[in-house]
């Protein structure tokens, strides 16, 4: 059964959503750095945190959530014919 | 009862358990070969596995290095919730690749990997044995943190009654003996129990911690009192070494060769893969804990120094010990569950170093049961030397001690993740790559006592310049460089 999973039309749809989450968490991480906000100002407090932190929990969240997710999708073989290729 | 008897309880009973999972662990054992020793025969299932990654991942640096850097740097510590995220992010890059060549060759050791890919060419060996060294210099580095923070709790969790130095020798000598007779079952079934007990004292750590500051909003409103430079929006360089961090702490753990060893033990590639998506979550459940305990002490404890910030996470325990004697006990526990963290990495570590050392150092057949028995010998030399090391060198932070490992370790991931996906790739310039890269990181870096370069961290750098050798010495492609990123058919 495992070794037919990757195969055919429905794995390479996961492997492309794969990817796709993959960049998705590359996003998530650039936002995550507070670079585009005005470094010293002072903070305004969103849900208990400087604005600036809880963004950043927050990217860390979902790219937690979409790299399960990735990681899941992942076909990690046993097989060993070829794989780097 | 005193904290400190109740400590040394707690630690008696932990230790005789440990030791228990150990003659568990050798009873369990099939053959004496390494794979069997090293890597559990190959059948680590999706519970065992994730516990042990985690309990791997997340060490005495995470447990008491973490809270003493929050403490230092403030809310931009929440960047160690990306970075350790990080990890798993970037195993997608090597983990599904490398796991099938490793099962059908038989690897045991990261350099089995190195000897597969570059085996055929004239400085492949120099290769895997340069790869060696500095993973062993990067272990050994990491022992050492971990026997010190060892000693640091054992003599708070037992107010004294067992010193700094007992703690090193009692706890070394008992990790020694449970991975010499289990190897890495012990390692893991002892993860395991270790794993759950960190994440229960943490929880109940962090929930009396918000309690007592009365909720997170009021911890932040005394932290813009007490510190308010530890809230505001951080400056330009202190935005490039988060993202440095990232980059530094995500590719380099992935050539933790302790983590390399559990891709080569995982029952199955979907085991693997499962225990890596539950892994996903683990940053947010240990790191961001650990940050707000350090953003705990702010207001609690003024003007700590480098080495005092270390103890913030002992301090506030004692603190909490003291607010009411029915605290005590979950305390200990806590304490306990963060000696369990270092503990478990402790012994990863070391039972990496000796397979290192015996295989891909002195080259010994990763197949004969003649290896094990000198890597068990060559882990208990490493490990009576790392623990009389740190009897002596006591005053390094040991988030400066994970930097110093990470600037080297990084330079090993041209050998693994560039390797593995291309394929005109040559020892030679590799091995190139490997050295000015680690050049730059130990010769700016230590040399010139310039760690970072602009908030960028020096092995970061080292790795670019490592990476444009190996790729650029690499072209034009030869015959030896098409070969080998595919699965073994001929060991």
């Given at each position: 059964?495992?070794?037919?999973?990757?195969?055919?039309?429905?794995?390479?749809?996961?492997?492309?959503?794969?990817?796709?989450?993959?960049?998705?968490?590359?996003?998530?991480?650039?936002?995550?750095?507070?670079?585009?906000?005005?470094?010293?100002?002072?903070?305004?407090?969103?849900?208990?945190?400087?604005?600036?932190?809880?963004?950043?929990?927050?990217?860390?969240?979902?790219?937690?959530?979409?790299?399960?997710?990735?990681?899941?999708?992942?076909?990690?073989?046993?097989?060993?014919?070829?794989?780097?290729? | 009862?005193?904290?400190?008897?109740?400590?040394?309880?707690?630690?008696?009973?932990?230790?005789?358990?440990?030791?228990?999972?150990?003659?568990?662990?050798?009873?369990?054992?099939?053959?004496?070969?390494?794979?069997?020793?090293?890597?559990?025969?190959?059948?680590?299932?999706?519970?065992?596995?994730?516990?042990?990654?985690?309990?791997?991942?997340?060490?005495?640096?995470?447990?008491?290095?973490?809270?003493?850097?929050?403490?230092?740097?403030?809310?931009?510590?929440?960047?160690?919730?990306?970075?350790?995220?990080?990890?798993?992010v970037v195993y997608h890059?090597?983990?599904?690749?490398?796991?099938?060549?490793?099962?059908?060759?038989?690897?045991?050791?990261?350099?089995?990997?190195?000897?597969?890919?570059?085996?055929?060419?004239?400085?492949?060996?120099?290769?895997?044995?340069?790869?060696?060294?500095?993973?062993?210099?990067?272990?050994?580095?990491?022992?050492?943190?971990?026997?010190?923070?060892?000693?640091?709790?054992?003599?708070?969790?037992?107010?004294?009654?067992?010193?700094?130095?007992?703690?090193?020798?009692?706890?070394?000598?008992?990790?020694?003996?449970?991975?010499?007779?289990?190897?890495?079952?012990?390692?893991?079934?002892?993860?395991?129990?270790?794993?759950?007990?960190?994440?229960?004292?943490?929880?109940?750590?962090?929930?009396?911690?918000?309690?007592?500051?009365?909720?997170?909003?009021?911890?932040?409103?005394?932290?813009?009192?007490?510190?308010?430079?530890?809230?505001?929006?951080?400056?330009?360089a202190e935005c490039a070494?988060?993202?440095?961090?990232?980059?530094?702490?995500?590719?380099?753990?992935?050539?933790?060769?302790?983590?390399?060893?559990?891709?080569?033990?995982?029952?199955?590639?979907?085991?693997?893969?499962?225990?890596?998506?539950?892994?996903?979550?683990?940053?947010?459940?240990?790191?961001?804990?650990?940050?707000?305990?350090?953003?705990?002490?702010?207001?609690?404890?003024?003007?700590?120094?480098?080495?005092?910030?270390?103890?913030?996470?002992?301090?506030?325990?004692?603190?909490?010990?003291?607010?009411?004697?029915?605290?005590?006990?979950?305390?200990?526990?806590?304490?306990?569950?963060?000696?369990?963290?270092?503990?478990?990495?402790?012994?990863?570590?070391?039972?990496?170093?000796?397979?290192?050392?015996?295989?891909?150092?002195?080259?010994?057949?990763?197949?004969?049961a003649e290896t094990t028995?000198?890597?068990?010998?060559?882990?208990?030399?490493?490990?009576?030397?790392?623990?009389?090391?740190?009897?002596?060198?006591?005053?390094?932070?040991?988030?400066?001690?994970?930097?110093?490992?990470?600037?080297?370790?990084?330079?090993?991931?041209?050998?693994?993740?560039?390797?593995?996906?291309?394929?005109?790739?040559?020892?030679?310039?590799?091995?190139?790559?490997?050295?000015?890269?680690?050049?730059?990181?130990?010769?700016?870096?230590?040399?010139?006592?310039?760690?970072?370069?602009?908030?960028?961290?020096?092995?970061?750098?080292?790795?670019?310049?490592?990476?444009?050798?190996?790729?650029?010495?690499?072209?034009?492609?030869?015959?030896?460089?098409?070969?080998?990123?595919?699965?073994?058919?001929?060991?």
């Open positions: 059964m495992r070794g037919m999973r990757g195969s055919g039309h429905r794995g390479v749809a996961r492997r492309r959503l794969r990817r796709w989450l993959l960049a998705a968490i590359g996003v998530l991480y650039a936002a995550s750095i507070p670079w585009y906000r005005e470094s010293g100002a002072a903070p305004q407090v969103w849900l208990g945190l400087p604005g600036w932190v809880t963004v950043a929990l927050g990217c860390y969240v979902a790219a937690a959530i979409l790299n399960a997710i990735a990681w899941w999708l992942a076909e990690v073989s046993d097989g060993g014919r070829d794989e780097g290729r | 009862m005193s904290l400190g008897t109740l400590g040394v309880i707690g630690l008696g009973l932990y230790l005789a358990g440990l030791a228990g999972i150990g003659e568990w662990a050798r009873r369990s054992r099939r053959d004496a070969t390494p794979a069997d020793h090293y890597l559990a025969g190959r059948e680590l299932g999706v519970f065992v596995l994730f516990l042990t990654l985690y309990a791997t991942g997340y060490s005495g640096n995470s447990l008491l290095g973490y809270p003493g850097e929050a403490y230092r740097r403030g809310f931009s510590w929440i960047m160690s919730t990306g970075f350790m995220l990080a990890i798993v890059g090597l983990a599904p690749k490398l796991r099938p060549i490793a099962i059908a060759g038989g690897f045991v050791t990261p350099g089995d990997w190195i000897a597969h890919r570059f085996g055929r060419e004239r400085a492949g060996r120099a290769l895997q044995i340069a790869v060696a060294v500095l993973m062993v210099a990067a272990l050994a580095n990491f022992l050492f943190a971990q026997l010190k923070a060892m000693g640091l709790l054992a003599a708070q969790v037992t107010e004294g009654i067992v010193s700094y130095e007992v703690g090193v020798g009692l706890l070394a000598a008992v990790i020694l003996a449970y991975e010499t007779l289990g190897g890495m079952r012990a390692v893991a079934w002892t993860d395991a129990g270790q794993s759950l007990l960190m994440l229960l004292g943490l929880s109940a750590l962090v929930a009396w911690l918000l309690t007592a500051a009365g909720g997170l909003s009021a911890l932040t409103a005394d932290i813009l009192v007490s510190r308010p430079e530890a809230a505001r929006v951080p400056e330009a070494n988060w993202a440095s961090s990232i980059a530094l702490m995500g590719l380099a753990s992935m050539v933790y060769p302790q983590m390399i060893q559990r891709v080569y033990a995982a029952r199955s590639g979907t085991t693997l893969a499962r225990s890596f998506a539950l892994m996903s979550f683990m940053p947010l459940l240990t790191t961001t804990t650990v940050t707000l305990i350090g953003l705990a002490a702010i207001p609690r404890f003024a003007d700590l120094g480098d080495v005092q910030a270390d103890r913030v996470m002992p301090l506030l325990l004692g603190t909490w010990a003291a607010a009411d004697p029915h605290f005590a006990a979950a305390a200990v526990l806590v304490f306990l569950g963060a000696l369990a963290a270092i503990m478990s990495t402790a012994d990863s570590v070391l039972l990496s170093l000796g397979s290192l050392m015996a295989e891909d150092l002195l080259g010994r057949d990763h197949r004969a028995l000198l890597g068990k010998r060559i882990a208990a030399a490493v490990m009576i030397a790392m623990a009389g090391l740190a009897l002596v060198a006591r005053n390094i932070t040991l988030w400066g001690l994970i930097e110093l490992k990470m600037e080297l370790l990084i330079q090993c991931v041209p050998a693994f993740l560039i390797a593995i996906h291309t394929p005109r790739l040559r020892a030679g310039p590799v091995l190139a790559g490997l050295l000015v890269g680690t050049g730059i990181a130990v010769g700016v870096g230590l040399g010139l006592g310039l760690p970072r370069l602009a908030g960028v961290h020096t092995g970061l750098i080292g790795l670019v310049a490592n990476a444009a050798v190996a790729w650029g010495g690499s072209w034009p492609r030869t015959r030896a460089g098409r070969v080998r990123t595919t699965c073994p058919t001929d060991r």
